[in-house]
Each structure stands twice: as C-alpha cells, then as structure tokens.
C-alpha cells in the first residue's frame, strides 16, 4: 500500500510502501541524527561491503547533499532511495535504494541496500526488498531488476535468492569497494517472475 505524506523542499516525493513488520520511504531531513547514528555504530560491519565513505560522510552537509541528489534522481526517473524502518517502532533499520534506471528498450534498474549492524539478519531488508520491488514492477513499469554482492557475502546471496532473484553469473573487477576493485555475483529478477512469487 502506498500512502502520500506530503513533500519536502529538498526530498524526494513523499512515499509510503508498508509490509508485515517494516516500511519504507524516501529518506527527509529530520532522519539525519537517526541515519548517522545508525551508519556510524555499524561502520566496521558495513565498511567491507560498500565504496569507500567520504571523511565528512556522516555529517548533516553530506546527508543534504544526498538528499538533493535522491530528489535529482526522482525526478529525473533515474534512481529511486528509501530508508526501510521497523513498523511497530518506527526505527530506521537500513536502507536500500533502485538506482541506474534504464528506459526504452530496457526497462531495467539496480537494487542496492544496507542494515544497520543491531538489525541486520531479522528480515528487515528482505522485507523493503519486497516493498521495493512491488514499486519497481507496480508504479515504475520496470521489467528487470538486477543486484550484485561479492561473493562472499553469503547473507546478501541468501537474501535475494529468498526474494526470488536468480543467479546469473560472475563479473570481475566488477565494483570499487573498501578501497579496491572486487568481483561481484550478478543476480536479476523479471517482472514476469516477482507476479509469480508474490
């Protein structure tokens, strides 16, 4: 279900997905604090898995520069950020984001996302995941949905093959991240097939 709740001079449009046990939407200004917090206190979990942060990546300049770009994005129908928070507590938990969006004959986009380190491994993301691409296939029309982790990540793996993504092969050097050039597992979901899983 998607609820509107109003807009912001510098978010994204205002969007509600909700599911059993978390929501997601847009991230707003006011969720700075939280977001740091969060991002600061799980920084050695996550740090292995993602491009190199920047030395000011916590502080409220950068999250609004973030936040001026997602709202870019949205606009321009190029990528597509949420933060994922629990329901019956309303604490943000992580994040996940539909980026690289492709038109014409490919109808297509990328899907990324994190977990705070105290919440990762209870469902969280799985369940955005699904919120995201009940989005991605519903209002955005698209018709594939592609991730990639390295191949170690064995909890990444188990999380989209539980979705219902399909592995699909193996590209080297494929990311930048923590610092050096890292193969990643490639994985894609069709519309056709999220329809059939849902």
């Known amino acids: 279900m998607i609820r509107l709740l ?7 449009p205002a969007v509600r997905l909700d599911g059993p046990h978390c929501y997601i939407r847009p991230p707003l200004p006011r969720d700075w604090r939280e977001w740091s917090d969060l991002r600061a206190a799980s920084r050695a979990f996550l740090t292995p898995w993602e491009p190199t942060w920047p030395a000011d990546a916590l502080t409220r300049a950068a999250f609004s520069r973030r936040l001026r770009r997602q709202a870019q994005e949205w606009r321009d129908d190029l990528g597509y950020s949420f933060l994922i928070f629990d329901r019956a507590t309303d604490a943000l938990v992580g ?48 018709h594939r949905v592609e991730a990639a982790c390295l191949p170690t990540n064995l909890p990444s793996r188990g999380l989209l093959e539980k979705v219902g993504f ?11 991240i923590d610092g050096a050039w890292r193969d990643h597992v490639l994985y894609a979901i069709l519309r056709e097939e999220w329809q059939g899983n849902s």
């Open 166 to 176: 399909t592995h699909e092969g193996y590209a080297r050097g494929y990311l930048r």
């Open 95 to 142: 994040g996940l984001g539909l980026t690289n969006i492709r038109r014409g004959v490919a109808q297509m986009g990328t899907l990324g996302y994190w977990a705070g380190q105290p919440y990762a491994r209870n469902g969280y993301v799985s369940g955005g995941t699904r919120l995201a691409l009940e989005f991605a296939f519903g209002q955005l029309g698209l």
């Open 6 to 12: 109003g807009s912001g001079l510098i978010s994204p």
